[in-house]
């Protein structure tokens, strides 16, 4: 588990999980996405997951990234949670 990115509006954590030694190559894992005025979270993987890595790839590539456009970019994903967040 990795925080990749953390505003006032979202949280982005980043989920790999590969498998012990000899059991193959399998990866899996994904990103977990908060939004933090919505109260509300998604986890995204598979190719969900590959799009969104790709989007935050495209933004990097084009030189700096404000936190607006970021933001922007993670609404996008972020409008499909319905999942509420509990605090435990």
């Known amino acids: 588990m990795q925080m990749l990115y953390n505003s006032d509006s979202f949280a982005v954590v980043s989920f790999d999980v590969t498998p012990q030694e000899g059991e193959g ?3 899996r894992g994904g990103y ?3 939004d933090k005025f919505a109260r509300k979270e998604i986890f995204i993987h598979g190719a969900l997951a590959e799009s969104f890595k790709q989007g ?3 933004l990097i ?3 700096p ?3 607006d456009e970021m933001d ?3 609404e996008r994903f972020a409008v499909l949670s319905q999942q509420p967040l509990v605090l435990h």
């Open 72 to 74: 922007a970019f993670i």
């Open 56 to 58: 935050v790839q495209k």
């Open 61 to 63: 590539e084009t030189g």
């Open 65 to 67: 990234t404000t936190e």
């Open 32 to 34: 977990e996405i908060v």
């Open 25 to 27: 190559v399998l990866t």
